[in-house]
């Protein structure tokens, strides 16, 4: 069993930057595959972008690439989410997730390849 809590979200003006954390605990961090998405009121949850186990490798939604950046320290059991230039557009509740992968390159953007999933965190980017 993976436990996940989020943090960092908060109210910011477009244009702002906000830095989501995701702190990991009770398997061993390294082993799995982590993503974030995001669910805004009325919507699908959708995949924001995933990181593989070892950090080589990520994945970009369209729509954050050039904006957002995400990054893992498996030293401290973390994945991190820094996003920049965030448009109202961008409100949602923000979740960590992760899976256990056969590579360790690997890196999924369905979300029901995801075995762990955090509580969410809400961002709300006003206009």
């Known amino acids: 069993q993976v436990q996940l809590v989020e943090s960092g979200g908060g109210l910011v003006q477009a244009g702002g930057s906000l830095r989501l954390s995701c702190a990991a605990s009770?398997?061993?961090?390294?082993?799995?595959?982590m993503a974030w998405f995001r669910q805004a009121p009325g919507k699908e949850r959708e995949f924001v972008t995933a990181?593989?186990?070892?950090?080589?490798?990520?994945n970009y939604a369209m729509f954050v690439k050039g904006r957002f950046t995400v990054s893992r320290d498996n030293a401290k059991n973390t994945v991190s989410l820094q996003m920049n230039s965030l448009k109202p557009e961008d409100t949602a509740v923000y979740y960590c997730?992760?899976?256990?992968?056969?590579?360790?390159?690997?890196?999924?953007?369905?979300?029901?390849?995801?075995?762990?999933w955090g509580q969410g965190t809400q961002v709300t980017v006003s206009s």
């Open positions: 009770g398997r061993t961090f390294n082993n799995y595959a």
């Open positions: 997730a992760a899976v256990f992968p056969p590579y360790s390159s690997i890196t999924y953007s369905s979300q029901e390849l995801y075995d762990y």
């Open positions: 990181i593989s186990r070892d950090g080589g490798r990520t």
